[in-house]
């Protein structure tokens, strides 16, 4: 998918209402976690709480800290192992946890599933705006509904 399609407010930015506004996502690591630029810098865009953490400064400054962090920014090495034991993942998916991280999911193959990239987002957003004015620690109850 090109750039341009994957920034659509269409696709699945629309569900993280202004959560995502402004952003120009450019790329994602294997769990769907967004790198994009808004206000000039370089920002991390958490999938799960729609929250955007301040990374770099330029592109190239950007691209030092994913060669020199790559594990812990894209989960290089959880990555490999899943690929090692299921295969490389299909254009289009990525992993995703079956309890999300921000709720205590661990970083570990047996929390992970293979999702499709727009329909994760699209879930991860709808789930960012619900929780988006609580407080750290507060207490959430997930109810699957039709």
């Not at 090692?84 to 599933?113: C, M, S, V, W």
Request: proline residues 5%; charged residues 25%; aromatic residues 10%.
């Amino acid at each position: 998918m090109d750039l341009k399609r994957w920034n659509e407010a269409t696709l699945w930015k629309d569900a993280y209402g202004d959560l995502a506004e402004g952003c120009w996502l450019f790329a994602e690591d294997m769990f769907g976690g967004q790198f994009c630029i808004k206000g000039g810098l370089v920002h991390i865009f958490d999938p799960e709480t729609g929250s955007l953490e301040p990374l770099a400064n330029t592109l190239g400054d950007w691209a030092a800290k994913i060669l020199s962090e790559h594990d812990v920014l894209c989960g290089t090495h959880l990555a490999q192992r899943w690929q090692e034991k299921h295969g490389a993942l299909p254009p289009g998916k990525r992993l995703a946890p079956t309890i999300p991280f921000f709720t205590g999911g661990e970083f570990d193959l047996t929390n992970l599933y293979v999702a499709d990239s727009v329909e994760a987002m699209r879930f991860r957003g709808h789930l960012a705006t619900q929780i988006r004015d609580l407080p750290d620690g507060a207490t959430i109850k997930c109810e699957v509904t039709d």
